[in-house]
Structure formats: C-alpha cells, structure tokens
C-alpha cells in the first residue's frame, strides 16, 4: 500500500499572494482534477469531499492547534498555555466533556431571541452610510456586526470595540505578522483572560439571561465547568465568533456586488435571506481548509497516512463537488442546495458551535440591506488576504444607492 509521502503529488502554496478569489478556486479545481490530494508546506490537502468528511468524524484524527503554534515558535508562556486549554486542542472524552457543557448554551432559541438585536444594528449601520453612496463595507459593516453581537451574546451590549481587540489577539498566535509583537500579543491576551474571569464572577454573583450566566450555570450529567473552563470557553467564543463572521460577510457582499442580479432577486423577495447566506457560505467558504493531525497510522482510500501527517480538508473543493451540489460553480440563491452538506463549519467532533448564529448574522445582514441598499457594486480591486486559516477580506470599496424602502 502506498504511503502518502511517496505519492507523486501537485502542489499548491495557499500564501502565494496570486492565488486569491477566482484563481484561488481556479488553482483548486486545477489540482484537484489530477488527484484526490496535493501537497503544501504545512501538510496534505484532501480534495475528495467524502473522505473529507471521514477524516473530520474521525475521532483518531485531532485538530493541531497546539501543534500549529508551536510551528509558530511558541512553546511556552500564557498564549501557550491558553491554547492547550482550549476547546479545538482537547481530544477525546475531554473535549466531549466540555461540548456537552457547552452546545446546550448555543440553542437555536437562544440565537432566535438575539435575531431583533442582530437586525436593529444592521438598520443602524445602514442609516450612518446611506446618504454617503459609498463605504468600505469591512469597516462599515463586517468589522462591526459580529462584535456587537458576541457582546450581546455574553450580556455585555456596548462592550463591542472590547470584543473585536480581544477576538484580534486571541486569533492572533496564529497570524505571522501580529505574533511578530508577542509581548504586546501577550498583554491583550492576559488583559482579555482577567475582564473574562471578572465577567464570571459577576456572572456567578448576580446570573442574567445571557451565555455567560448559562455558562457559568452549565451542568450535565452532573458534572458543572470549573471556573477555569468558563473562561477558557468564553475566550473560545470572542475569538471564534468574530474574524470568522466578519470575513464571510465580507466575501458575500463581495460576491453580490459580482452577481448584481442575485442582489435584485433577495431585493424583491428578502425571503430568500437565508438561501441567500447558505450559497455566501457555499460559494466562497472562509475556512478553505480545516486542518487535522494523524495520531495514529491510518488508511484513506488505499493510501496510507503515517502519524503525525498534518491535513487540510479543503471544503472550497467539497462545496462545489457536483455530486452534491448542481452546477456548483455557479452563485445562485435560488438553486436548491443541501445546508447541512457544506463543509464551511467543518464536521465531527469539532464542528462549529456558532453555525446556527452565524448563520442568523448573514441572513439578518443581507436580509435587512438588499431592499435598501440599490444596486451595490465594487468602486476598486477588493483587498483580498491569504486563504490559510480564515480567508481575510481587508477591504471592500463599494458604491450604492439608496432605496425607497
Ligand atoms: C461564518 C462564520 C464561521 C465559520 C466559517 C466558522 C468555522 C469553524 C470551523 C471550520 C471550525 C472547526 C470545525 C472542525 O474542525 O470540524 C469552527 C470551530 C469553532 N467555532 Fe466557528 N465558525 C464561524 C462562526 C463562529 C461563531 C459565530 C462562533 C461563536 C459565537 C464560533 C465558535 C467556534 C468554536 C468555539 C469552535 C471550536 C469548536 C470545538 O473545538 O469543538 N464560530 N468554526
């Protein structure tokens, strides 16, 4: 049987700077016509989208955030610690333990009753650019809504600027460029890690109707978080919640702004919101590839993956495998399309607990702004980062009208 090292494979560097929105997908599509997989500097990527998602139900498979940052230089220290104890490192019973504690937090209901909130911060964010005609769509709506609603998530409504400097610096120990400045990282970390405990404590004291309280409250099977493990969950969810949602807006206005009859159809049937979010997520997933490492020596397909092998499953391939999805190349919110078979929030174990609310934000964002916002289109070149981790949209210059509503 071969093993995966001695396989003659493509290659792909997802940094190299020409490879962003159509030719990212272009380059996919390209290797992944000659093999189910290709190589990176990191690691493997999977293009199959069923072997994909065995990998990621996997339970001998984990995900390598320590192993990740220690790729980063960082083997010790407050960051180093903090991730260790974080939810994507734990494995196993561990890390069972704390999403049992933890998905009954994220109900469906509890994000319904968020909905209102989500959608009076879209209408007011609308109202600060109407009359300009244009914007820079990152700083005047996706930079700002996931913060806002991760506030009111944790009961701390206002406290967003907060939210989006502590999401920046706990993602941060896996950026390059802001780990250059490890002290500073270091500080916001530990800054961030007391106002959480603080937040706890206060939270135990005096309990709202909030997932801070419900955290704090957690209990299953008789078993409660400790202290530690609240925090530690709460860090999970600023830092999970916010560059995420915000780049996946990004990249759909983007997308609209290209498919300017898409924008029409939601404009004249706000119905189609949650289609309309479901085939941004489809389209153009901001996680392109969800990494997993090998524990133990494994076989894939009659190819063997030795431990230690670090993967990346590529959903932008598998969200457009056309098994699944017809005529996947092609941006349409009205084409029928499975939700529950995207790969954009990964799957298994770890699978994303704020889907169901990011879920809500996209709806709510487009939703709220398509019948006001006339026909969106891009004023320069969007400002598009490398699609490692999540895929950054850095700037998106848009011109518009303003529509009677
Ligand atoms: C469009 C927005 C988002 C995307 C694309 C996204 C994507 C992902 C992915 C790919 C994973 C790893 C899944 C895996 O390895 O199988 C993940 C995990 C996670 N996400 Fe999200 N996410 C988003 C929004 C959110 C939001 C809004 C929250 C919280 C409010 C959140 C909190 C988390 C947490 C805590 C984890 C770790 C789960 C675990 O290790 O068990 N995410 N997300």
Redesign the pocket.
Known sequence: MPVVADLDLPSLDPADPDLRGERFHRALADLAGQSWLARTPLGVIVFDRTVSLEM?RDRRLS?PAVELIELQGITEGPVYERVVN?????TGEA?GR??RL?TPA?TPAAVERLRPRIRGHVEAMWAEVAEDGRCDFVTAFARRL?SM??AD?LGVPGEDDRMASYSEHLQGIFDPALLAQRSALESVYLDAYRWIEALVEARRRQPGDDLASALVAAEAEGERLTHDECVS?IA???????D??Q???AHGMRLFCQHPDQWQLLAEDPTLAAAAANEV?RFE???PF???LVRDDTTYRGVGFPAGTVLFLC?AAANRDPAIFTEPDTFDITAARPAGAV?????????????H???A??TELYGCLAPRMGEPALRSEPVLGAPIG?YPVESLDIGFSARRT
Request: charged share 5%.
């Open positions: 990621l995900f974080g939810l994507l490192a734990q890390h704390l999403r933890l994220f996931p609603v991760i998530l969950l999970s969810v600023i830092s999970g919640g916010t995420t949602t780049a996946q807006m997520i997933p901001i996680t969800t990494a997993r959903s790969l954009t929030f990964g799957n298994g174990p770890h699978f994303c607990p704020g889907a609310l990011a879920r934000e996209l999540i």
